[in-house]
């Protein structure tokens, strides 16, 4: 069964700072990756998805990084701003599979201060 | 609206109450989940709809909870005699084909809370 992890769990960085949100899985055989942002008491906003066949994935300040064969995948924020605070997960379809939902992991809990 | 939509935002229910929770897909999304949120963690599986077929409820803590998708648009998640581990935000996600290929979007949740 496919189990994902962030780290770190919390960071708390002043405005402007580049930063760094990691992402594990423990079954390589995935067919895509998502990153999704969550504001308190909100549902979730897609942020980037990556393709098994793709490296990276680049929206404004926002760029994703995808190592399939490691397992990993890295969200990179930069000059970071108050607005970016929220809790950021990443996820993958369960199984590799078409008709699977996603497995997710707990986030990382960003503050940006201002 | 173009998004998914969930109603109600917000349900308090007394235990043993029965509850239905409702998801407006995005118009012409083929596929439909359900996910579970305890508080402080990521969201977890329920159940999967292809239009109307459920293929995959593999996720339903207990017989307790039921989801139906009549039409292949809306659905409702319905959870009877709740419990207070019940409460939760049961978020709603569509996408146009499967997860393996497509993006998933997902509504507002609907946050449960079972006194």
């Known amino acids: 069964k496919q189990e994902v992890t962030q780290i770190p769990a919390a960071l708390s960085v002043p405005e402007g700072e580049n930063l760094v949100l990691n992402c594990s899985f423990t079954d390589s055989a995935i067919y895509n990756l998502q990153w999704f942002r969550q504001d308190p008491g909100k549902g979730l906003t897609s942020l980037l998805l990556?393709?098994?066949?793709?490296r990276e994935q680049t929206s404004g300040r926002l760029n994703a990084s995808l190592d399939k064969s490691s397992g990993r995948s890295t969200l990179y924020i930069a000059a970071s701003q108050p607005g970016d605070s929220a809790t950021y997960l990443c996820?993958?379809?369960?199984?590799?599979?078409?008709?699977?939902?996603?497995?997710f992991g707990k986030g990382t809990h960003l503050i940006i201060q201002p | 609206g173009a998004g998914v939509s969930q109603s109600p935002r917000y349900k308090v229910a007394k235990r043993g109450q029965d509850v239905a929770l409702r998801c407006d897909p995005i118009?012409?999304?083929?596929?439909l989940f359900w996910y579970q949120q305890a508080l402080g963690q990521g969201p977890e599986f329920l159940t999967y709809?292809?239009?109307?077929?459920?293929?995959?409820k593999s996720g339903l803590p207990s017989d307790r909870f039921f989801a139906e998708r009549p039409e292949g648009s809306v659905s409702t998640l319905k959870i009877q005699r709740t419990q207070q581990e019940d409460s939760a935000v049961y978020l709603c996600?569509?996408?146009?084909?499967?997860?393996?290929?497509?993006?998933?979007?997902f509504g507002q949740g609907t946050r449960l809370t079972v006194v």
């Open positions: 118009s012409g999304h083929v596929s």
């Open positions: 996820a993958v379809p369960d199984s590799g599979g078409g008709a699977d939902g996603l497995t």
């Open positions: 996600a569509s996408s146009f084909g499967g997860t393996a290929n497509t993006e998933a979007f």
């Open positions: 709809f292809q239009n109307e077929a459920q293929l995959d």
């Open positions: 990556i393709q098994s066949s793709q």
